[in-house]
């Protein structure tokens, strides 16, 4: 058992019968995120990130990279956590000397939930704006039956997922299908700044040559952060959104849903696939 899971009491019922037992669920705690540099005399709060607790480091990076806080990893100088009675967890990160924190967090204070990240900065307009990126460097094809693999890849490799259950998952994957890096956590876009935040301290970013693998459903901001990690494309277990779609075809991604059971549908850049596709009239979503 690790500290991101914890045990709880509950009873459990089967076949009629009640019983007494323990159980591991996952944990999960607030995190209070406060910025500042020497460029800058005041402190500001990014706001508070609720988290499964571990790798907290790399939530951090990976959220001010992810948000344009930050554009390299040497911008930020060091990220410390420490426990209070009041707020619970509390990181503290201190930019690089060049970075001012008030040009770079305006608008940012926003309060975060495990269940939709750091929420309330949605628009319209950021569609736009992952657009004016350009499409992704790398033009791999990639295999479908890689992208056949990959989702059980990534559950084969969630050791807290066996503990509770209770956990979602974001693994970066090479083109020969090897894991280079996952995360996980309670909330699905906390997991993939985690993973974002290891890549970018592995010198990993961009990342043109990899795709993005999670384990749940796939919303705007998961594409937005996928683009601004440089992969090649984002396959999900679940569905995407409808602005999640369009935010993959604005930046040229390959966006993959409802990879499960051998089967996956292909949303944007079908001409990463080395598959053919043959439309079929009669043919069935595999949701």
Same mark, same amino acid.
């Given at each position: 058992?690790?500290?991101?899971?914890?045990?709880? +009491?509950?009873?459990?019922?089967?076949?009629?019968?009640?019983?007494? #037992?323990?159980?591991?669920?996952?944990?999960?705690?607030?995190?209070?995120?406060?910025?500042?540099?020497?460029?800058?005399?005041?402190?500001?709060?990014?706001?508070?990130?609720?988290?499964?607790?571990?790798?907290?480091?790399?939530?951090?990076?990976?959220?001010?990279?992810?948000?344009?806080?930050?554009?390299?990893?040497?911008?930020?100088? #060091?990220?410390?956590?420490?426990?209070?009675?009041?707020?619970?967890?509390?990181? #503290?990160?201190?930019?690089?000397?060049?970075?001012?924190?008030?040009?770079?967090?305006?608008?940012? *204070?926003?309060?975060?939930?495990?269940?939709?990240?750091?929420?309330?900065? !949605?628009?319209?307009?950021?569609? #736009?704006?992952?657009?004016?990126?350009?499409?992704?460097?790398?033009?791999?094809?990639?295999?479908?039956?890689?992208?056949?693999?990959? +989702?059980?890849?990534?559950? *084969?490799?969630?050791?807290?997922?066996?503990?509770?259950?209770?956990?979602?998952?974001?693994?970066?994957?090479?083109?020969?299908?090897?894991?280079?890096?996952?995360?996980?956590?309670?909330?699905?876009?906390?997991?993939?700044?985690?993973?974002?935040?290891?890549?970018?301290?592995?010198?990993?970013? +961009?990342?043109?040559?990899?795709? !993005?693998?999670?384990?749940?459903?796939?919303?705007?901001?998961?594409?937005?952060?996928?683009?601004?990690?440089?992969?090649?494309?984002?396959?999900?277990?679940?569905?995407?959104?409808?602005?999640?779609?369009?935010?993959?075809?604005?930046?040229?991604?390959? !966006?993959?849903?409802?990879?499960?059971?051998?089967?996956?549908?292909?949303?944007?850049?079908?001409?990463?696939?080395?598959?053919?596709?043959?439309?079929?009239?009669?043919?069935?979503?595999?949701?």
């Amino acid at each position: 058992m690790s500290g991101r899971a914890v045990v709880t +009491p509950i009873h459990r019922v089967v076949q009629g019968a009640r019983e007494t #037992d323990l159980d591991l669920v996952a944990a999960e705690a607030p995190l209070t995120i406060y910025v500042q540099s020497p460029l800058s005399a005041a402190t500001r709060s990014l706001g508070v990130v609720m988290r499964t607790p571990g790798d907290d480091r790399d939530l951090v990076v990976g959220l001010l990279y992810t948000e344009g806080v930050i554009r390299a990893r040497d911008d930020v100088a #060091d990220v410390s956590v420490r426990a209070t009675d009041e707020q619970g967890d509390v990181a #503290d990160v201190r930019l690089a000397d060049h970075i001012d924190v008030e040009k770079a967090i305006s608008g940012r *204070a926003l309060i975060g939930t495990s269940a939709c990240g750091l929420c309330g900065r !949605l628009s319209i307009e950021r569609v #736009d704006a992952l657009a004016r990126r350009g499409t992704p460097a790398a033009s791999a094809v990639w295999a479908a039956d890689l992208i056949v693999e990959l +989702p059980a890849k990534l559950r *084969a490799s969630q050791t807290v997922f066996d503990e509770t259950g209770g956990l979602h998952a974001a693994g970066l994957f090479r083109g020969d299908g090897t894991l280079i890096a996952l995360r996980e956590d309670v909330g699905r876009h906390n997991a993939v700044d985690k993973l974002v935040g290891a890549a970018l301290d592995a010198a990993l970013l +961009p990342a043109s040559d990899a795709l !993005l693998v999670v384990s749940g459903r796939v919303a705007y901001e998961i594409v937005q952060k996928a683009a601004v990690a440089g992969v090649a494309g984002l396959v999900a277990v679940g569905a995407p959104s409808s602005l999640a779609v369009e935010a993959a075809q604005a930046t040229g991604l390959l !966006l993959v849903g409802f990879a499960r059971d051998g089967r996956f549908n292909v949303y944007t850049g079908q001409d990463r696939l080395s598959v053919n596709f043959q439309p079929r009239s009669d043919s069935i979503s595999p949701r």
